[in-house]
Each structure stands twice: as C-alpha cells, then as structure tokens.
C-alpha cells in the first residue's frame, strides 16, 4: 500500500499488526460543519478559523465496517480509538474533497491555526475520480457510476438550515442558528445524509480500485521556495485558473497559470497537485 503521494493500486492490504495486537488499517471520513464564514466566499482556513466553528456530525467506516455517526451537536464524543487514529500514520484517512476534513478535523483536535493533520496520510476520492473524467461532486460521481447508494439529493437544504447562520424572525423567536432541537425530524435526516455520504464515498473507492492513479498524482512534496500560499495537503486542488475548486482563485498569481511554472508551495510544505498542472 503506498503511503507517499499516490493512492491504493487495486485492493486494500491485510490490517496491520503491532506487537501482536491488529492495528486499523483506513478510515473513511466525512462531516457536516457549522460556520458563520460563507465557504463559498472563502477558503477553509478562514472557515474553520472562526470563533463559532464547530463540526456536527462526524460520519466514520473504519475498514469498511458499517458506518457510524457521532453526533457531536448533541453532545457525543468521538471515540478515543478514532482520535487517535486522526494522527497515526499508519492509518490512511479517505475523503471526498479531503482536504476539508483535514483542516476542520486539525482545528476541531486544537491544533494551531499554522499547523493541520499530516496531508501524506490522507486520500482523496474526489481528487481520483478527476482524473479519471468522472464529476467534482459526490452527487454526479455516484449517478456516473450507477452507485447503489447514491448522495441524498435533500442534503442542500439540510445544509442550509443547520450549517448557516439563519435570519432572526419573529416566527423563529429571533434566532440567528438553526439546532438540532429546533427541527428533530430534519436533524434525524441530516445524521442520514452524513451516514449516505460516507456509504456513497466507499463505494467510489471500491469502484474506482481497478482503475489505479499514476504514482505523483496529488502527491504531497516539499518545497522550501517562494511565498507561501494556503495549506492544501495530499488530494487537495492546485491554485490554478483551471481548478474546480473555487475557494482557491482568491490565490491565483500569474505564475500559478496552468502551462507555466508552478513554484509556489503551500503552507504546510506541499506543492501544487497534479490534476490540474501535469508539467
């Protein structure tokens, strides 16, 4: 199983063992987060770095067991086998758009704003099904591969209501957030989006193994030149113009234009993927 910069060639390996003991081997990730930073308008890092950022929902498969939900909104705690898991570099972390994750996942263990999860441990199906030609949601890559468990199409408006600030009314009572105790039965759905959304990212990683991605694609390398720009991390998009990831144009340099040099590297020491720049 490579570890460096590329992604599984055909199957998962064996779990490893330690000292006698099984060890998990990969966890499959996704979460539901509340900001009053648009992401939309912003990167990441300004959207975790809010004072009332916090993560929700944490929906987990550890070795494509079933998939669990924490529902930390509500006061669960995430198991201490899982936290610990969150900076083993033994275990591979799986996400679709990872790098979202992996931000909100270092600011969420109290990390230092300048400091995230190692990007050389984390995967991104996103990042895979790019460039294999397939959709940049996790919607249209699940319909393009006729998925059994498709994302659920209610997702956008759950998301609206308990991720965003809301508009204070009289018929709210003059709230400006939306909890779960203010909607039981849209909170109940929500934790089934997040559990779907886990479900529909391991079937695209079981989908897309025989299909391997080059070694260096996405790879994490390091660099030691030029200004830095924001943390992207292993499976995250590059700055480039032709980058479906929007949150990263508010970076874009004329050096960083796909066909030319790329020297810029990101915060944490990574450079520019390969998705987007193959050069």
């Excluded at 109290?110 to 441990?121: C, Y």
């Excluded at 003059?174 to 039965?185: I, M, S």
């Excluded at 909170?187 to 695209?204: C, H, P, Q, S």
């Excluded at 030691?224 to 590059?238: K, Q």
Aim: charged fraction near 20%; hydrophobic fraction near 35%; charge should be neutral.
């Amino acid at each position: 199983h490579d570890r460096g910069g590329g992604f599984p060639m055909a199957v998962f390996p064996p779990p490893f063992f330690y000292g006698g003991e099984p060890h998990l081997n990969h966890i499959s990730l996704d979460i539901e987060t509340y900001s009053s930073v648009d992401l939309n308008k912003s990167s990441v890092y300004r959207y975790s770095e809010a004072p009332d950022f916090e993560i929700l929902l944490l929906g987990y498969s550890v070795d494509d067991n079933p998939v669990q939900v924490v529902d930390l909104a509500s006061g669960e705690r995430i198991p201490e086998e899982i936290l610990a898991a969150l900076t083993d570099e033994r275990v591979i972390k799986w996400a679709f758009n990872a790098n979202f994750e992996r931000v909100c996942l270092s600011r969420y263990l109290g990390m230092p704003n300048d400091e995230f999860l190692d990007p050389a441990q984390w995967r991104c199906t996103m990042i895979w099904s790019a460039y294999l030609g397939l959709p940049l949601s996790l919607m249209g890559v699940g319909a393009a591969l006729a998925l059994d468990k498709q994302k659920l199409s209610k997702g956008k408006e759950l998301i609206r209501y308990f991720c965003q600030p809301c508009a204070a009314t009289k018929a709210n009572g003059g709230r400006t957030r939306n909890l779960p105790q203010d909607a039981p039965e849209k909170w109940t759905l929500f934790k089934a989006y997040n559990l779907r959304d886990v479900e529909t990212e391991m079937g695209i990683q079981k989908r897309l193994c025989r299909y391997p991605v080059p070694e260096g694609v996405c790879a994490a390398r390091s660099s030691s030149t030029g200004p830095t720009a924001p943390d992207a991390g292993l499976g995250a998009m590059c700055s480039c113009r032709t980058c479906p990831r929007t949150t990263w144009r508010s970076w874009l340099k004329p050096e960083n234009v796909c066909g030319t040099a790329i020297t810029i590297p990101f915060k944490d020491g990574t450079a520019p993927c390969r998705t987007c720049c193959p050069s």
